[in-house]
């Protein structure tokens, strides 16, 4: 049998970092089984589903390199199916009208509440005769749901895991207007799509317990369910605005990579013993069901920005140029030039790309000659002949030249560089001088000392 997991976001808002979390696990089990992972957009929600929703789903996932294998299913389409199928359920005994009024249900409620139990439906029209049913009355349709004895799920994280039949009322499964409800499209769905396995917060632990006894109801076989807890904020509670961003284009803004992205969603409920840098391929060999965690985990943005420290050094220079790009937007090929030549030592001072943005104007700002202070004139000019003189432009033969030279003029290097890097790029923190030495290369190198040195002489 092929495994097909599943993906099925509702689209009424950005991809939830929780929800990316979700994918991924579905994502990875497919692809380590060599089965098939798939899309689902429960858009049921006709108000608050949105084009935009949609496209900040796809547009995340694809960010994230995750991708699906067949046409996504837009749940809202499929509703003629479920409600049939709901009539069909009525057809077999599994299922009633149910004719009461809002005042009614209201008073079960208040009812219930006044005897300390948790409101529901008290099966007022269970074994009733529709033909009771007051006049111009659009009833809704209910599961016939066992009322007694356990329902017991073995799942794939919690274990076992079982409850009480009279904790669960007889659910409306086709609303008055002929609409179905999430329970019954999730089942309708999941059986039609041939899904095998379904990975998803604990908080749809009761949702899956209702859905059990819709599957018995049709006499259908259920997927393996795995339900992860969900993901804490830094102080151990549910992740939430306070703590910070919680879509995945949010992260994509602030310069994170998909990649360090991956590797932190999978660290939070996944293990691979002590191994905490763990690419996607390395992910896609090794993941399994037996190392999702009981245990909730706590997003740790200090190491998410590590993380992405790390992928930021092992990417490829040209690609972090055009993630750059895409934040700076165009510049001339010289400068284009300049930053790929600077790319090596840019990226190891920069955990995200914002960093690297902010750190790449050394670059990238047009030149203005800073003022040279009077102590440091003579040094930046014999600096300056020192340069012009110097053949084997390389950071080793630069090191060598200079450092020799401050010898000479008896002083530190420190002394030396200091001015020398304010000349270059007008600011104080920036890579190594003979690393940006090598970058600007040596006519714009000198082009720069030139102009700094005359334009204090003519003041």
Same mark, same amino acid.
């Given at each position: ?323 750059? $790009? @895409? &934040? ?11 930053? +790929? /030549? %600077? ?43 020192? $340069? @012009? &003189? ?11 030249? +200079? /450092? %020799? ?43 720069? $000392?030139? &102009? ?8």
């Amino acid at each position: 049998m092929v495994m097909v997991t599943r993906f099925a976001p509702s689209p009424t808002g950005f991809l939830h970092i929780g929800g990316a979390r979700t994918a991924l696990f579905n994502w990875l089990l497919a692809r380590h089984q060599g089965g098939k992972f798939l899309l689902r957009l429960e858009d049921t929600d006709r108000a608050r589903s949105t084009p935009e929703a949609v496209e900040a789903i796809f547009n995340g996932l694809r960010w994230l390199g995750i991708d699906w294998d067949e046409e996504p299913v837009f749940q809202f389409s499929r509703a003629s199916r479920h409600a049939e199928l709901a009539q069909q359920l009525v057809e077999s005994g599994n299922a009633y009208y149910c004719y009461c009024s809002p005042e009614e249900l209201e008073t079960m409620r208040e009812e219930a509440k006044s005897h300390g139990a948790s409101p529901k439906y008290n099966g007022m029209w269970r074994d009733r005769d529709p033909q009771d049913a007051p006049a111009g009355v659009n009833p809704v349709i209910r599961l016939k749901a066992p009322q007694e004895g356990k329902t017991t799920l073995t799942d794939i994280v919690q274990g076992t895991v079982t409850v009480n039949n009279a904790q669960l009322d007889d659910m409306v499964l086709l609303r008055s207007d002929g609409t179905p409800t999430y329970m019954l499209s999730v089942v309708v769905d999941d059986h039609e799509m041939g899904i095998t396995h379904v990975i998803r917060g604990d908080d749809h632990l009761t949702n899956t317990f209702r859905q059990i006894q819709i599957y018995h109801a049709f006499g259908w076989n259920m997927p393996e369910f795995g339900h992860i807890p969900l993901i804490h904020g830094p102080d151990g509670t549910k992740l939430s605005k306070r703590h910070g961003a919680l879509g995945i284009e949010s992260y994509k803004d602030m310069g994170f990579l998909p990649e360090a992205i991956c590797n932190c969603l999978l660290r939070l409920g996944w293990s691979h013993g002590d191994d905490e840098i763990i690419s996607i391929p390395q992910a896609i060999e090794w993941f399994s069901t037996e190392n999702l965690g009981k245990s909730a985990s706590r997003l740790d943005f200090s190491k998410m920005e590590n993380l992405n420290g790390y992928y930021m050094r092992e990417a490829a220079n040209e690609r972090l140029l055009q993630c750059l $790009l @895409e &934040i700076i937007g165009e510049v001339s090929d010289e400068k284009k030039l300049r930053l +790929l /030549r %600077g790319m090596n030592g840019l990226k190891q001072r920069s955990k995200t790309l914002l960093e690297l943005r902010d750190i790449s104007t050394i670059y990238t700002d047009n030149f203005t000659a800073p003022n040279i202070e009077k102590s440091s004139l003579e040094v930046i000019g014999q600096t300056l002949k020192k $340069l @012009e &003189i110097t053949e084997n432009w390389t950071e080793k033969s630069l090191e060598i030249s +200079l /450092r %020799g030279l401050a010898a000479e003029l008896g002083i530190s290097f420190g002394k030396m560089a200091q001015p020398l890097r304010s000349v270059l790029t007008g600011k104080k923190i920036t890579p190594s001088i003979f690393e940006m030495l090598c970058v600007f290369g040596k006519d714009e190198s000198i082009h720069r $000392l030139k &102009i700094a040195l005359n334009r204090d002489v003519c003041q």
